[in-house]
């Protein structure tokens, strides 16, 4: 947990990327800077990796630590508020997911934010395309992250994998959706945040000019990534 003062705070769950497989090493310092900008009491759970813990382990625990929260949000000295959900990469899809079902469970969050999420297993945008390579994380390698997640015979559509697939989207909380330029899942991201929009969630997208997927974690050497964390605080 990141408290940057004391206080009742508004608590935030974050789910961290790392493609279900990698852990939660270098969020350090940029979840402390996200707490410092918005003021805000994160909470960052380390899940279960693929492939020892394929599908939906990685979903189980996060939301088991969401409803966790929930229940003890007074106990840990947080505002009376319902919790924010946040993730980016696959952090986003556990975070999209979580949102879901916690909606359809009665006990919907304050807001959530999809910082490049990876929203569609099947892998088919133009994007993928466009940014297959060159630009630090490759089409391929986002393919191989779902095959170590995903066990054969899954359908790859199913909203609890695939939440750009999700059709019941009516009643889900404010959404921030950010994308990056350069990255080969930016259209999924902008396709989800569209869906949205059509379903009648309040909706903002934010498209980072020349970026590229992971800038979340990169405030020591992009500005880009320096306004991110400025305006995600905002």
Known sequence: MYRPSPGRLHPVLFLHGGGFVIGRAGYDAPLRELALASGCLIVAPECRLAPEHPFPAA???G???ARWLNAEV???GASPEPPAVAGDSSGGNLAAIITHELTRGGTPPSFQVLIYPTLDATASSASYEEF???YGFSSEKARWYFDQYLPPGIDRRTPRA????????GKLPATLVVTAQCDPLRDEGEHHAKNLREAGVKVELRRYPGMIHGFFQMTGALQGSRQLHRELGD
């Open 59 to 61: 979903l189980e625990d």
């Open 63 to 65: 939301l088991a630590v």
């Open 74 to 76: 007074a106990g840990l």
């Open 132 to 134: 297959a390579t060159g």
């Open 162 to 169: 695939s939440p750009l697939f999700d059709r019941g989207l």
